[in-house]
């Protein structure tokens, strides 16, 4: 069975830098997908960034950047130029190609954002 | 983008009493939808996969008589929790999946069972 771990449960950033939100994915699996998504305090999901197994280049979205370690099964979200609005819980998810949507999600990390 | 509605989105009911929750797809047809459960600063846990016009696939742990699944058309599916008791309270969130490759949230339901 597939595994993530998200071994940060709350970070800090100040307003403007970059911050690094890491997450680790155990699988036997050569064909997944590896999701991250915000989950602000209002509760709902939302989507950030998208990376499959195959694909090549790191996945970029915007400020979001996702930093595509395949040996080390690691796939750790960057978040550039960090804003106050940006203050919320954050989830790696994995899914297996094949093995429907099912969405396995790491514990989260909370970020905060100061001024 | 594709929106998913859950409704209600804040529920409290007595010991007791069935709880029906709605999640539905509204501009996309969804063949599969699935339920989550999440407690407060925890993970989000895949409870069933429900499927339209079949039987929803449960995850181990979950109780089926107790989480009542019905999908009954490609835009609507419903979790009942019957009989709810206060370990029953908690965060239950809906994602519906469009032509089998786009997965969209609905808002998600706080239920607190008194």
């Known amino acids: 069975a597939q595994k993530i771990t998200q071994t940060q449960p709350g970070m800090f950033v100040q307003e403007k830098e970059a911050v690094t939100l890491d997450c680790t994915y155990d699988?036997?699996?050569?064909?997944?997908?590896l999701f991250w998504y915000k989950q602000p305090s209002s509760g709902e999901m939302i989507f950030l960034i998208y990376?499959?197994?195959?694909?090549?280049q790191n996945a970029t979205e915007g400020r979001y950047s996702l930093n595509f370690q395949k040996a080390r099964k690691s796939a750790n979200l960057v978040i550039s130029a960090s804003q106050l609005g940006d203050s919320a819980m954050y989830f790696c998810?994995?899914?297996?190609?094949?093995?429907?949507?099912?969405?396995?999600f790491g514990t989260g990390t909370q970020l905060k954002v100061e001024l | 983008g594709a929106v998913v509605s859950q409704h209600p989105s804040w529920v409290i009911c007595k010991s007791g009493t069935s709880v029906k929750i709605e999640c539905r797809s509204l501009?996309?047809?969804?063949?599969?939808m699935f339920w989550y459960r999440q407690f407060p600063k925890q993970s989000l846990m895949l409870m069933a996969t429900?499927?339209?016009?079949?039987?929803?696939?449960?995850e181990q742990g979950v109780e089926k008589d107790k989480f009542l699944i019905n999908h009954a058309s490609l835009t609507l599916s419903t979790l009942t929790v019957t009989s709810a008791h206060p370990e029953d309270s908690s965060f239950y969130i809906c994602?519906?999946?469009?032509?089998?490759?786009?997965?969209?949230f609905g808002s998600g339901t706080q239920l607190s069972v008194l």
């Open positions: 990376q499959g197994s195959y694909d090549e």
């Open positions: 994602s519906a999946e469009e032509k089998g490759e786009k997965l969209f």
């Open positions: 998810a994995m899914i297996l190609t094949g093995g429907g949507n099912k969405l396995t």
């Open positions: 699988t036997s699996d050569q064909s997944y997908g």
């Open positions: 501009d996309f047809q969804a063949t599969t």
């Open positions: 429900s499927n339209e016009g079949s039987k929803a696939t449960y």
